[in-house]
Structures are given as structure tokens and as C-alpha cells.
């Protein structure tokens, strides 16, 4: 089971490819999709597009996981992300690939065993859970990955108890 | 000259293309793309993507123009709106069409002559304007012309001085 986890962003989108297999993780790819600020906000957005397009086609993930952040950001960011992470759900909606939100909480409890761990931690735990040689960076790939892993924990139970 | 004005949300997106000829304003088309509540937001995204990708090709418009609306909204409604606007401006993106936004001031100056118009203003100048039989309906098609005559008047102006 491969998951693609997202971090989106307009600036700098972090993806993270996990694979769970025989009960382990393994950490597929994993990495920042960056756009540059001189560019036209729909030419940044293609490239976003095109890049989780050729992920999805190379890895297959049966799902999409991503992290819902809709506090703590004001409305021009809050903008600036809707913007990229729209065009990663497309991506996922035109291959029709299953797109599921998690909280920062979510997220944390998941990889650290607390929904208040800090970035340290996550990152850390990642590591850890992954067997990386050493902690992701950027910290836009290490939330990719953990969304990712956050979704594999979840994913036995969702399947167990339908919506 | 053809513009297509885009007035993007998730539940319902409204459009409106159209032509300058001869110095006379022209509605070529206008109305919403409107999508369910109970379906995914990925397959929500993928129909306003088809839809506007659909104009674009009927069309071939020089530009897109959009309504930036970066305050005023909470910071949920920002989300769902970028996302919305998002996939517009990949649309456009993906074929080279530039995409221009507009302030809400900017779109009641152009349609209106004052910042400061109300709604029923701008539906009915944009009915005047266009030589529409009634005025345009719902808000969001009428926005979304009017963004797009908003383009038309300012786009004189931005071809003499080069940015």
C-alpha cells in the first residue's frame, strides 16, 4: 500500500512517497516541489500540477493524504496554499485517487504519539519510523512524509469501520 | 478582442466571456459552474477544471480575469475559494493565457465609475453595458462579467505602458 503525502504550498510544496509493506514503512521518494517568485502564480501552479501528476503516475499511491490547516494562517495565505493544494486534488481527482485530510493534531499523534509534539519531534520520529539515515529536510518533506505515515496508521481503521 | 471573467468558488463558480468589437461590448457567454455539496473536493475541482478548460477552447480568450478578494473572508472561505481558483488559473496556465486580477473597487470603478457601487449597481450597469435583455443572474455570472469588462477597459491602458 503506497501513500502520496502533500504538503502544498505555492512557494514550496513538500511530497513524501510511504509505502507499507509486511507491517513496515519504507520511504519511496520523497523531496519540495519549489516554484519561483518571479513567476506568474499559474505558471507556478502548472508546475505543481505537472510534478504530482508524474508522482502519481510513477508511484501509484492509493491515496492522497494531506494536512488540513484552516487556523493559525491568515486569508492571504490561507489563499496562496488553497490555490496549490487545488491543483494537487485535481491532480488526485482526475486519476480518481482518494484524497483525505488530517489535522496538524492528527498528524502528531500519529507519527509522535502526541498532538502536541513539535517540529523536532515529527521530524525525528519520521526519521525513525522511515529508518532514514538521517531526519528529512526540508521541513516541507518531513510533513509530506508524516501526513503520509499519518494516513497508513489510519487507513486499517477507516477500511475496518465504513464512513 | 475576448476576455473570460472568472468569479471562482467551490460550490458554485460563475463565468462570463466577453468580446470587444468595434468598441462595443459583447457577452458571448455567462453563467455558473455549479457543483454538489455531497461530492469530493477533488471531484468538485475536476469539474470546474473541465468546465473553464471547455470555455477556454470554445472561446480562445486573450486572458482570464479574476476578482482578487483577499480580505473580508474567513480564513476557511479563503481556502475553498483558492482552491476554486486554483484550477482556473491552471486552466489558463496550461495554455499560456494570462491570467489578471482585478480588486473588488477595480471591478465597480471600471463597471460602475465608483468604488463604491453596490451589488444591484453592478448587475444593472453590466446589463446596460452588455445590451443584455435583463439583468445577469445569479451574482456570480454578473461578477464574473463584469471582471472581464473590468479587463477590457483596463487592457488599453496596460498595452501602452509596459510593465
Redesign the interface.
Known amino acids: 500500500m503506497i501513500v502520496l503525502g502533500i504538503d502544498p504550498g505555492l512557494a514550496a510544496t513538500g511530497y513524501g512517497v510511504v509505502a507499507q509493506r509486511d507491517g513496515r514503512l519504507l520511504a519511496l521518494d520523497g523531496g519540495v516541489i519549489g516554484t519561483p517568485a518571479a513567476a506568474?502564480?499559474?505558471?507556478r501552479?502548472?508546475t505543481i500540477?505537472a510534478r504530482i501528476e508524474g508522482l502519481l503516475a510513477e508511484h501509484d499511491p492509493v491515496a492522497?493524504a494531506l494536512e488540513a490547516l484552516?487556523?493559525g494562517?491568515?486569508?492571504?495565505t490561507?489563499?496562496?496554499?488553497?490555490?496549490?493544494?487545488?491543483?494537487a486534488?485535481?491532480a488526485?481527482?482526475?486519476r480518481a485517487?482518494?484524497?483525505v485530510d488530517y489535522t496538524p493534531q492528527q498528524v502528531k499523534s500519529a507519527v509522535c504519539g502526541s498532538g502536541r509534539a513539535g517540529k523536532g519531534q515529527v521530524q525525528e520520529m519520521v526519521q525513525r519510523l522511515l529508518a532514514l539515515p538521517e531526519p528529512p529536510r526540508p521541513d516541507h518533506a518531513a510533513d509530506a512524509l508524516a501526513v503520509a505515515i499519518c494516513h497508513l496508521n489510519h487507513a486499517p481503521l477507516r477500511e475496518r469501520v465504513p464512513a
Open positions: 506568474a502564480p499559474a505558471a501552479l502548472a500540477h492522497l484552516y487556523f494562517q491568515n486569508v492571504r490561507a489563499f496562496a496554499v488553497g490555490q496549490a493544494r487545488g491543483v486534488l485535481l488526485a481527482g482526475t485517487i482518494a484524497c
